[in-house]
């Protein structure tokens, strides 16, 4: 399995606040993640997950880390027995380690591209779970969102690794876009991956 991060933060480092809110509004961003994450298997870590308040999105398969993986799924399948929109929704596996998990948990349409050949897994988050993989996993390539905003109180969440093991693909850079309606910050998009892997 090759794994992908997708993130974005802002000047100092933050990626949300301690309560799971993001502390911007970014419609281009959330956009691109829509983009890049649909039809794939993403990895989670539960304080994110909750975020989602049992709704998980649409067309992907969602993978939820926690280290008490029956509480989080009955929990879930709880909120789920009072919904009669249930059986639509798109598939979530909860797990300690990613280990447990087995190519016949998933959606072949998520894990799987045309050719049959097992696509990348999306890391989404948060923090945790960032560390983890690029620690952890075979992390082969890193879709940053840089915000430019400076966010300074005790309440955000930081991710501040600097990727060293990676590089810029220059071809993917954006520049920097300027603030709109549906964009209330500076912001650029960077697609990282592996230096062995530069072409
Ligand atoms: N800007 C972005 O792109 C972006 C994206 C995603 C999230 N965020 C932000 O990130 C923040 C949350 O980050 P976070 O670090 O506090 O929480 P998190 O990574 O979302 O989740 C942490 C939880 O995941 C589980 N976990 C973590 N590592 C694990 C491991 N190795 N094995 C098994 N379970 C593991 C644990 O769940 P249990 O406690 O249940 O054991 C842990 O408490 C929020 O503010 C959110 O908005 C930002």
Do not use: C
């Amino acid at each position: 399995m090759n794994f992908e991060l997708i993130l974005a933060r802002s000047t100092d480092g933050t990626i949300g606040l301690e309560d799971g809110s993001i502390p911007w509004r970014q419609k281009r961003d959330m956009q691109n993640f829509k983009d890049i994450t649909t039809g794939h298997v993403m990895v989670v870590g539960r304080t994110t997950w909750d975020t989602f308040k049992n709704r998980p999105l649409k067309n992907r398969t969602t993978i939820v880390m926690t280290h008490d993986p029956v509480k989080a799924s009955a929990d879930y399948l709880l909120s789920l027995g009072q919904d009669h929109k249930f059986p639509k929704y798109p598939p979530v596996i909860f797990v300690e380690h990613l280990d447990a998990l087995h190519v016949d948990m998933l959606n072949p349409e998520h894990f799987l591209d045309s050719s049959n050949k097992p696509k990348p897994t999306m890391i989404i988050g948060g923090a945790s779970i960032y560390r983890y993989a690029l620690s952890e996993l075979n992390v082969t390539r890193i879709h940053l969102t840089e915000i430019v905003i400076d966010l300074i109180g005790e309440k955000n969440v930081r991710f501040t690794d600097t990727f060293d093991k990676f590089q810029d693909r220059p071809q993917h850079a954006t520049p920097t876009y300027g603030i709109d309606d549906d964009n209330h910050n500076p912001y650029r998009f960077r697609t990282l991956v592996l230096k062995s892997n530069v072409l």
